[in-house]
């Protein structure tokens, strides 16, 4: 029987390799990844039977597995090399571009020839990431490790971007990737559209805020398609769109976390030169107040003037009427302010439900 730790394709599930499976993904236009767990292995596995030295620990203490795991002792050059000769051919045989690189649990005893060896086996593990990237050029790998467990700076130098949570909860991403973002830059924090029903806290949310909600970062999906009405799927087409236009800002803007409340959440992008910026304003919770506070924008040029354009969600969410977007026309074209006003006095968000997000463009007009 095959575990974790025998990365080779089992015969008896794919007798004809995942060949079928790869050459889909590839004509409907897509590059293929594949998940791996390098660090981990079953004690039911080939691989395992084979090396049970293989394994990190301490003399006279038994090892203590966790998810069915050991943590394989990647400090010994013979499993370096068995790991990098299993990951690289399936690579050169299917023609991986991805790789989702996961490490789910934490390291008991972790000692090699009777001293402690973590810092050697994270050097290992760099070591092998950048074999890979050489053997590989082209490859790209996400850092997944339980949610950011193994978000450091070193790993950089050898992933493309990190994973930052699998709880795809929307209202829950507000708070990771603000709490994210005072470490990694918003292009390498992986941020995805959940399915309506959050697997980890049973939580439902409407589309248009599941997609708000995964702009500003690496924007991706995890979701079934299959599961989504046509009328969601126009939102999420339409959220897509709107990351596409405004990537570069988000990935290469300055970064702003805004004044927020105990129920809304504010940041923004702003663009080196001050030409530009798109803002979110999230509201998480329901407030005692008639009205919300202003959203105060930050990072603008005073002296300039800025046509601000409320892009998201697609139709109006005030609950009253009149409301500052139809006032300011904010849905239709924009109206222009100067940055002082922006920054010093703001602008009145409307009344909303909560696990509403509203994303604001502004443009200088001067």
């Given at each position: 029987?095959?575990?974790?730790?025998?990365?080779?394709?089992?015969?008896?599930?794919?007798?004809?390799?995942?060949?079928?499976?790869?050459?889909?993904?590839?004509?409907?236009?897509?590059?293929?990844?594949?998940?791996?767990?390098?660090?981990?292995?079953?004690?039911?596995?080939?691989?395992?039977?084979?090396?049970?030295?293989?394994?990190?620990?301490?003399?006279?203490?038994?090892?203590?597995?966790?998810?069915?795991?050991?943590?394989?002792?990647?400090?010994?050059?013979?499993?370096?090399?068995?790991?990098?000769?299993?990951?690289?051919?399936?690579?050169?045989?299917?023609?991986?571009?991805?790789?989702?690189?996961?490490?789910?649990?934490?390291?008991?005893?972790?000692?090699?020839?009777?001293?402690?060896?973590?810092?050697?086996?994270?050097?290992?593990?760099?070591?092998?990431?950048?074999?890979?990237?050489?053997?590989?050029?082209?490859?790209?790998?996400?850092?997944?490790?339980?949610?950011?467990?193994?978000?450091?700076?070193?790993?950089?130098?050898?992933?493309?971007?990190?994973?930052?949570?699998?709880?795809?909860?929307?209202?829950?991403?507000?708070?990771?990737?603000?709490?994210?973002?005072?470490?990694?830059?918003?292009?390498v924090l992986g941020n995805h559209v959940g399915p309506k029903?959050?697997?980890?806290?049973?939580?439902?949310?409407?589309?248009?805020?599941?997609?708000?909600?995964?702009?500003?970062?690496?924007?991706?999906?995890?979701?079934?398609?299959?599961?989504?009405?046509?009328?969601?799927?126009?939102?999420?087409k339409a959220g897509i769109a709107l990351h596409k236009k405004h990537r570069e800002l988000i990935h290469g803007g300055?970064?702003?976390?805004?004044?927020?409340?105990?129920?809304?959440?504010?940041?923004?992008?702003?663009?080196?030169?001050?030409?530009?910026?798109?803002?979110?304003?999230?509201?998480?919770?329901?407030?005692?107040?008639?009205?919300?506070?202003?959203?105060?924008?930050?990072?603008?040029?005073?002296?300039?003037?800025?046509?601000?354009?409320?892009?998201?969600?697609?139709?109006?969410?005030?609950?009253?009427?009149?409301?500052?977007?139809?006032?300011?026309?904010?849905?239709?074209?924009?109206?222009?302010?100067?940055?002082?006003?922006?920054?010093?006095?703001?602008?009145?968000?409307?009344?909303?439900?909560?696990?509403?997000?509203?994303?604001?463009?502004?443009?200088?007009?001067?």
């Amino acid at each position: 029987m095959l575990g974790l730790g025998d990365w080779w394709v089992s015969d008896a599930v794919y007798p004809d390799g995942l060949h079928a499976i790869v050459n889909r993904v590839k004509e409907l236009g897509m590059e293929f990844g594949l998940w791996f767990e390098p660090e981990m292995v079953n004690p039911d596995s080939d691989l395992f039977r084979a090396h049970p030295d293989w394994v990190l620990g301490a003399d006279g203490v038994d090892a203590v597995p966790f998810r069915g795991q050991f943590t394989l002792d990647l400090t010994r050059r013979e499993v370096l090399d068995y790991l990098f000769d299993k990951i690289t051919k399936l690579v050169t045989e299917y023609g991986i571009a991805y790789i989702k690189w996961d490490m789910n649990r934490d390291t008991n005893y972790p000692g090699s020839g009777g001293r402690g060896a973590m810092h050697a086996q994270t050097q290992a593990v760099y070591k092998l990431m950048e074999s890979l990237r050489a053997a590989h050029p082209d490859l790209e790998i996400e850092s997944c490790s339980s949610g950011g467990g193994r978000a450091d700076f070193g790993i950089l130098r050898y992933s493309d971007r990190i994973w930052t949570s699998d709880n795809n909860d929307a209202r829950t991403r507000q708070h990771i990737m603000r709490g994210g973002s005072h470490f990694l830059p918003l292009r390498v924090l992986g941020n995805h559209v959940g399915p309506k029903k959050c697997h980890i806290t049973g939580r439902q949310f409407a589309m248009h805020f599941r997609v708000a909600s995964a702009i500003f970062g690496h924007m991706g999906m995890e979701l079934d398609l299959r599961d989504e009405s046509e009328a969601d799927l126009e939102t999420l087409k339409a959220g897509i769109a709107l990351h596409k236009k405004h990537r570069e800002l988000i990935h290469g803007g300055h970064f702003l976390r805004l004044k927020s409340t105990a129920t809304t959440n504010m940041i923004g992008c702003v663009a080196r030169d001050q030409s530009e910026g798109l803002f979110s304003y999230a509201k998480l919770e329901s407030e005692l107040n008639t009205l919300p506070d202003r959203i105060m924008f930050g990072g603008l040029d005073p002296a300039r003037h800025y046509r601000v354009q409320m892009v998201w969600p697609l139709a109006n969410p005030s609950l009253s009427t009149p409301s500052i977007i139809e006032a300011a026309k904010l849905l239709e074209g924009g109206t222009t302010f100067s940055g002082a006003a922006l920054m010093g006095y703001g602008i009145q968000p409307p009344l909303t439900f909560p696990d509403t997000c509203l994303i604001y463009h502004l443009e200088a007009t001067d």
